[in-house]
């Protein structure tokens, strides 16, 4: 009895090494995953190797795909040997419905089930395609769409509405929103949008082809509306404050006229929204689709039968957790009460002899 246990045991370890040894032999092949996931708890999207306590939406990632098998483990060390690529690195706390990463990986059988197997529910991978070998998701990418997911008390006046939860939008002031996210479109200097950027930096300078803010909707009493923004590329924290500078002027707190400013060369003090509702939405491969997405070997990178299961997991995890984060922690509540700590009239010049006056 005892030596059939044992044979039984050694049958199941072997097992496992055949699996492994099969896997081995699978040849790598140049993938995109499409990737979900609710970023709260987490410091952003990208790893940060050598950084334990900074969890990163990566760090759980990358340890799925070598318990899984797709990749050996030195890879999960060294991202560069799988030629790994995420197309959008989402700051601290922000959410994806449609973050595409690009990898080498063993195409084993099940692979996103099993992939899925070895990730908590609120990170979900979606839909798997094959692509050329040389592609990188973050190069190829022509654009990404985000949208930005607030309460509708942001835009009641400081001086003569309601502030709290039971405001509504009315259909003038959310023609008045849509009139100031319309001037971000075309191409702007953002140097003022970002940290570490001089107005002189050509890299400051951005495409953004829409901005608007949908019809407002409620959710557990609380008034909600949702914005969408789809630019050639962001920089970092740029959405939250175009956001943020918008809600400022809307609120009564500065002049429109300050983004007209902000694109010159002075410094403007630009607050920057809470990162709560931010959602990477989409990215977008068109030059790529044109080329291979009809070539016979390869699929045009759209995800229209994977449209569903995003939509389901925007609803079971990304809504629910910006609702009850903003009901408990009360972010965008809390940041309005600093706009009026804000100088949105002078320059750094001023605002610095402002601070020794005030000293």
Request: with cysteine; charged share 30%; aromatic share 8%.
């Amino acid at each position: 009895e005892e030596n059939g246990h044992q044979n039984k045991r050694l049958k199941s370890d072997a097992d496992e090494e055949d699996v492994e040894d099969q896997n081995k032999r699978l040849p790598k092949r140049k993938i995109v995953l499409l990737m979900a996931y609710s970023g709260k708890g987490y410091h952003g999207m990208q790893r940060n190797v050598g950084s334990s306590q900074f969890k990163t939406i990566e760090d759980d990632l990358v340890s799925a795909l070598v318990q899984s098998g797709c990749i050996p483990e030195n890879h999960g060390e060294d991202m560069k040997k799988m030629s790994f690529q995420r197309c959008a690195r989402t700051d601290k706390g922000v959410s994806a419905a449609g973050q595409i990463v690009s990898l080498k990986v063993r195409l084993i059988d099940d692979i996103l089930e099993k992939i899925n197997n070895h990730l908590p529910s609120h990170i979900r991978i979606l839909g798997l395609k094959r692509v050329t070998g040389g592609f990188n998701s973050k190069n190829k990418c022509d654009a990404r769409t985000y949208s930005y997911m607030l309460p509708t008390f942001a835009f009641a006046h400081k001086d003569h509405d309601v502030q709290e939860e039971v405001y509504r939008l009315d259909k003038e002031t959310l023609e008045k929103v849509n009139k100031l996210l319309a001037c971000y479109k075309g191409t702007h200097n953002f140097h003022n949008f970002t940290s570490q950027k001089g107005p002189r930096d050509p890299s400051a300078k951005r495409y953004i082809m829409e901005m608007y803010c949908g019809e407002p909707f409620v959710r557990e009493n609380i008034e909600f509306a949702v914005i969408k923004v789809k630019g050639q590329s962001f920089m970092m924290h740029q959405i939250r404050k175009m956001i943020g500078l918008v809600i400022a002027i809307v609120k009564g707190y500065a002049a429109e006229s300050i983004i007209e400013r902000s694109w010159g060369e002075e410094k403007v003090d630009v607050p920057k929204a809470p990162g709560l509702g931010l959602v990477l939405e989409r990215v977008h491969f068109e030059k790529y689709n044109r080329r291979f997405g009809n070539d016979g070997l390869h699929e045009p990178l759209e995800w229209t039968e994977e449209e569903e299961k995003i939509a389901v997991f925007k609803e079971q995890y990304i809504y629910p957790t910006i609702i009850n984060t903003e009901r408990e922690e009360k972010s965008m509540a809390n940041w309005l009460n600093t706009l009026s700590i804000h100088d949105f009239n002078s320059s750094a010049v001023g605002m610095q002899a402002n601070n020794k006056n005030s000293k």
